[in-house]
């Protein structure tokens, strides 16, 4: 879990870097919500349309702020490996409270809310895990970068990574598809391809990039 933390951050940097290699999109073309735009905040127990869900806090301007802190996970994980489930719960309610696509909180939320006898919340936020998975699953294959699974945040590759039960080992990017070396359980490897569309979006969003980068040298 640590190896795979560092490898996140390193990937977020690594894509921050290369932001200026890729074409930028008009400022009015971005299509991002607002901040002061209330967001979907649907109830646990509603059908939901997970990858729309995922796509209207994707295009929010205060992503960042709701769904990326690191610190908010990297608090999970310690009260999860301090076996402090009350505090899980109360971190990841906190978290979903803004953040409701969050895929990691609803895991760990619906393992301890099992551990606590809360069976019932656990299979409601076991249900929303698998369907937000499902919904970055279904986008694609990951096999090629024609059909690189879409995602709305760095954070989401590694989620989906783990529940495939794959160990990155190496990232590169490729205009603008995040491309990952990974290993199986068995020790064999292989390439899986992501496109993080709405990462580089907002990237674009905050440092009010318009027009093509020098660095691409106006091409397409």
């Not at 899986?192 to 106006?218: C, K, L, Q, T």
């Amino acid at each position: 879990m640590k190896n795979q933390w560092v490898l996140a951050v390193g990937a977020g940097l690594f894509l921050l870097i290369s932001a200026h290699l890729v074409s930028a999109v008009a400022e009015e073309e971005l299509g991002l919500i607002p901040a002061d735009t209330p967001p979907p905040q649907p109830a646990w127990s509603d059908e939901v349309d997970f990858l729309d869900l995922r796509i209207a806090y994707g295009r929010r301007k205060d992503f960042g702020t709701r769904c990326e802190s690191g610190p908010k996970l990297r608090d999970i994980q310690q009260a999860y490996t301090d076996e402090n489930h009350a505090q899980v719960l109360a971190l990841t309610e906190k978290c979903l409270a803004q953040c409701p696509v969050h895929i990691a909180s609803h895991l760990f939320r619906a393992i301890s809310s099992r551990e606590v006898g809360q069976n019932e919340q656990g299979q409601t936020h076991a249900r929303w895990f698998e369907g937000l998975i499902q919904s970055i699953l279904n986008s694609g294959d990951g096999k090629t970068a024609e059909t690189a699974y879409e995602t709305i945040s760095v954070e989401e590759e590694y989620e989906t990574l783990n529940y495939l039960g794959l160990r990155p080992i190496g990232q590169a990017l490729m205009g603008q598809i995040d491309v990952f070396t990974v290993e199986d359980e068995e020790g064999n490897e292989s390439t899986v391809y992501f496109n993080p569309s709405w990462h580089f979006i907002r990237m674009f969003d905050m440092f009010n990039i318009s027009g093509r980068s020098e660095a691409a040298g106006g091409e397409e």
